[in-house]
């Protein structure tokens, strides 16, 4: 759930990166761009504006005081009480100082005398305005055309004796003024011009870095979506950016260290789920199944793919398992039984819902007690037939004791014959005893093998002499099929001879007068099988399986005596010795008795030997 949500919170930040990727072009070079156009041609505007109307009111300002001063000067104004002619050459003199046309006029706005030398009257309506303001005892400048050139009008009132006696007027074209103007405006575009493309480089350059920037992070958070946890990214940036791109570094940290810590867990639990014995099974809320180990699968007789996304019943294909998952979603606890399989297999089913109830799912627990309850038959089966062949010579004994008491003791010779019979009892007691204690050491490994490499003809002979005189009694014949070069075996000597034993014994045993028992064997590397073969009354089919259980006893075989441990011990001597054991018989006519044993291996010869033995081949005539 939490790797779940580490992805989902990791895709989510890759979708917003991205879309902040896409816009990056738009967000950082376009929009700013225009904002910056924007803000530069307004200034620029307002700047284009300014610029006019500061150099205009410079200008303004320069003629006013020229013509001010003129208006007061000592020069000009003993020029004005003289005739015509000093007049207009004090205007002509100052004109070519101030680079500007000056005419004097009287009270009535007549031209008095001209820089320039032509004089035109006016007066009346057609009084320019500034002459009129400057009679008036007030100093104004206007602009407008004159003779289709563009001019500058300023006029002051000339005073005498403290009376407005006229008024000096003050021509300067324009056209120059406009020139400077427009040339002054020309270089302010083009700072501005500059200033513009220098913004906006810095903008697209930094606009390139952090869309570079972006990239990374997006390729990044695209590298451990799809798995890469190694993904890093390198960022020299100390903003925001560079500040966001460290912190996705120890996201991916974190989230490494988190997911290969989840890994870890996750393998331990598959390790845990697969060594298990006991199924186990999760189902979800609706009860399908959404997890299931090797064991359960094998219990129910499934497979992993078979038994993922489908229903509980449909898996398990028993009512009664099906109930107990029911009567756990119904009462919310843990419900348990017990159920015998079709297949013979006791299986205990434990339901138990997860965390916060139901709405987590259940665990499933599937218990394989075939093994147990096996055993337990065997104890119960084991603990009868001792007590059923314990009953009888104790029986026996209990009787010969009884008519010992009864009088019989007096009787020497039927004391004798009931001593003699509870010897035979106690030695058949002794004897089940010892195959038990013996049975006990082999099985508890307190009885160690002595393995060596040996011929089996060497294990075999020593038994058949043995029971050659039972065999003769009971007339039957012992056949010995050994061939001579057959590999030796790696066997315990006295061990392997007891298993011979008891195999002959019994073949002896319950094989009719005049029938043959033989011993033949099989070799196929790495083992040499061995046939122990009789002419007797046989063994049922349904009973081949359990002729090895202690005690154990077929119906007919019951009437031949002994103590039913010897084929129990003899499996247990050939299973130590890495062998098999198994039975095989036609009941009424024929039982065959199989077990393998390792062939041994070579030993290696030494160097020198081997080496003496060449020279010793090489030497020969």
């Known amino acids: 759930m939490e790797q779940k949500t580490s992805n989902g919170a990791a895709t989510s930040l890759q979708e917003m990166l991205s879309r902040l990727w896409l816009r990056t072009p738009a967000r950082l070079s376009l929009w700013p761009a225009l904002a910056v156009l924007a803000i530069m041609a307004v200034t620029t505007a307002l700047l284009w504006m300014r610029l006019g109307l500061f150099y205009r ?315 147990l309850r096996r055993l337990q038959t065997v104890r119960q089966d084991f603990v009868s037939n001792v007590s059923h062949e314990l009953r009888t010579p104790l029986a026996s004994l209990h009787a010969l004791v009884e008519t010992l008491r009864d009088g019989a003791i007096d009787d020497p010779p039927a004391a004798a014959r009931f001593l003699d019979r509870m010897e035979v009892e106690v030695d058949a007691l002794t004897q089940m005893v010892e195959e038990l204690l013996e049975l006990s050491r082999i099985e508890s490994g307190q009885a160690p093998l002595v393995l060596s490499p040996m011929s089996l003809r060497d294990v075999v002979l020593p038994a058949v002499e043995r029971l050659q005189p039972q065999a003769e009694r009971a007339h039957v014949l012992l056949d010995v099929q050994i061939a001579e070069d057959l590999p030796p075996v790696l066997v315990d000597c006295e061990r392997m001879q007891q298993v011979f034993t008891n195999l002959l014994h019994n073949a002896i045993k319950f094989s009719p007068g005049g029938g043959d028992v033989t011993v033949r064997t099989d070799a196929a590397s790495p083992y040499v099988e061995v046939i122990v073969r009789d002419a007797g009354i046989g063994i049922p089919r349904s009973e081949l399986t359990r002729v090895f259980e202690r005690f154990y006893k077929t119906d007919r075989s019951r009437a031949f005596g002994g103590t039913g441990l010897g084929l129990a011990i003899s499996k247990h001597i050939v299973q130590a010795h890495g062998g098999e054991i198994w039975a095989d018989s036609v009941e009424g006519e024929w039982s065959e008795f199989h077990f393998t044993l390792l062939i041994a291996e070579p030993a290696e010869q030494p160097a020198d030997e081997t080496s003496d033995a060449q020279a010793e081949k090489t030497d020969a005539p």
């Open 57 to 371: 009111e410079r200008i303004d300002v320069h003629y006013v005081q020229q013509v001010e001063r003129i208006a007061v000067q000592d020069a000009f104004l003993r020029a004005w009480s003289q005739d015509d002619g000093a007049l207009g050459e004090t205007l002509r003199q100052l004109a070519q100082v101030t680079d500007a046309r000056l005419t004097a006029l009287d009270s009535q706005g007549a031209v008095l005398a001209d820089s320039l030398g032509s004089a035109a009257p006016v007066v009346g309506d057609g009084m320019p305005e500034e002459v009129r303001a400057a009679l008036a005892g007030n100093i104004e400048t206007h602009r407008r055309e004159a003779g289709g050139e563009p001019m500058m009008f300023v006029a002051a009132p000339v005073v005498l004796d403290g009376e407005i006696a006229g008024a000096v007027r003050l021509a300067a074209s324009n056209q120059e003024l406009e020139a400077t103007l427009a040339q002054a405006r020309n270089h302010l575009l083009a700072i501005c011009a500059a200033a513009s493309l220098l913004i906006l480089l810095i903008l697209a350059v930094t606009a390139g870095g952090t869309s570079r920037s972006l990239r990374k992070l997006a390729e990044m958070i695209e590298r451990i979506t799809g798995g890469d946890l190694d993904a890093r990214v390198i960022m020299l940036r100390r903003d925001e950016l560079g500040r966001l791109g460290n912190a996705l570094n120890e996201m991916a940290d974190k989230l490494q260290r988190q997911m290969k810590k989840r890994a870890r867990e996750k393998d331990r639990l598959n390790t845990v789920m697969h060594v298990m014995t006991d199924g186990v099974m999760i189902l979800d809320q609706m009860g399908d199944v959404r997890l299931v180990n090797p064991a359960a699968a094998r219990l129910l007789k499934t497979t992993r793919a078979q038994a993922l996304r489908r229903s509980f019943v449909q898996v398990t294909r028993d009512h009664r398992v099906a109930e107990v998952w029911a009567r756990c979603r119904e009462s919310g606890a843990e419900q348990s039984a017990t159920v015998e399989m079709a297949n013979g297999q006791f299986i205990r089913v434990i339901v138990t819902p997860l965390l916060k109830r139901s709405r987590r799912g259940y665990l499933v627990l599937l218990q394989d007690l075939t093994q």
